[in-house]
């Protein structure tokens, strides 16, 4: 039986997986205070909901230390999709054809996105999706998948409002942001959700520091 390979990599593609991976070798220190842990909140936007068959259309990123972000340190970038045909979820994400042509390849993006992210902790609401539909495309351009620690604002905020209970399906990014004085922003767009997200995580860490979670052993 014949089985199926992977076409190897090239040399530049090589280089590309093994500087990200370099950021693993040591790891972080448990007992280093959250105020020195470096954080990327992110966010995608997708072709729909499908990691299997769906694809990445946008991507955002804003780099956290010290519980600040500086908009100077962010990360925005559509991905180039030529046979995009605009369906149901551009009701949601408002993105049209117009954007993903004459942009970056997807291999472009996440090389760029790879050297933003290094070992830093991702945060994301409901962030299970967009690592999962990041890995698979990874996985086909380098060979690999994310490294890096993750962190889900939702289930955050249930860990912050009912510590017993952090199970069960955890509230909307709408919701949360309500709760917590947050105004609204350009909700379902990578760059509007990843800023909101932003805001949200650093009023939990505020919350957390109070609760004497504040080492990055405790946050996990």
């Keep these: 039986m014949q ?10 593609d ?13 790891g972080i220190n448990k007992s280093t205070p959250l105020r020195e842990i470096k954080f990327v909140v992110l966010d995608t936007e997708t072709t729909g909901l ?6 990445i259309l946008s991507i955002a990123a804003i780099q956290v230390k010290g519980f600040q972000f500086s908009l100077s340190n ?23 054809s117009k954007h993903v042509t004459g942009v970056l390849t997807e291999k472009e993006v996440l090389a760029r996105l790879l050297n933003f992210l290094g070992d830093r902790i991702i945060v994301g609401h409901h962030i299970a999706f967009d690592m999962g539909i990041l890995n698979k495309a990874l996985q086909k351009h380098f060979h690999v ?43 379902h767009t990578a760059a509007g959700d990843t800023f ?25």
């Design 3 to 12: 089985r199926f390979r992977r076409p190897s990599l090239n040399p530049e």
């Design 14 to 26: 090589t280089d590309i997986r093994d500087t990200y991976l370099r950021h693993f070798e040591q």
């Design 50 to 55: 499908d990691i299997k068959k769906d694809r």
């Design 74 to 96: 962010r990360f925005e970038a559509f991905v180039q999709s030529e046979n995009y045909q605009p369906g149901e979820s551009v009701t949601v994400h408002g993105i049209l």
């Design 145 to 187: 998948k994310l490294q890096n620690k993750s962190i889900d604002t939702g289930k955050l905020a249930q860990r912050v409002e009912n510590p017993m209970h952090t199970g069960g399906h955890s509230d909307s990014l709408d919701k949360l942001c309500a709760q917590y004085d947050i105004p609204p922003g350009q909700r």
């Design 196 to 220: 909101m997200t932003t805001l949200l995580f650093l009023k939990l860490l505020g919350k957390l520091e109070l609760k004497k979670v504040n080492t990055l052993k405790a946050l996990f």
